[in-house]
């Protein structure tokens, strides 16, 4: 490996879980978190990233209408509460060289922090996309994303992740 090697930006994925139209409707606490997660899936369209939809099986054909698929975005069907142990995510993303994933998704006790600590135990960079994510209880939701809600905890996300604004993924070109 070349000095170049490990400096070269990681070739990035943008992961929307759960985006169906009844969990956004029903497990969410963010009114406005479909609209994040669209203008989030837009940005890394612009930026060129690949994108993957996980939702769950039952609702492959329910997808939120801001954010369906463009092209050949792959639409993955899982029977697991994350994205990867019931699907062939990880073989998707290996194949397409992608050592970082940004998700955004519903609910984020469930399918976010899943699929985020499973991708981070298996070796890859993660980003959350804070407001392009929301859980029933905005108190669960705060603990997962903001360090400041229990600092101690070593539950929340931003100790395995990086945790941004819907408006940074721009930022994670490849």
Partial sequence: MTMDDRTAPARTAF???????????????????????????ASARGAGLPVFHVVHEAMLGQLHPLLGPVGDEP????????AFASTDLDARLRAAGVERVVIAGVATSGTVLSTARWAYDTGYQVAVCADACADPDPRVHAALVEESAFPE????LWRIARVLDSTEVAELRE
């Fill in 15 to 41: 992961l929307a879980l759960d985006f169906a139209t009844y969990i956004v409707e029903n497990f969410s606490h963010d009114a406005d978190v479909a609209a994040n997660a669209a203008n989030a899936l």
């Fill in 75 to 82: 639409v993955l069907g899982k029977s697991t509460m994350g």
């Fill in 153 to 156: 905890s070593w539950i929340g």
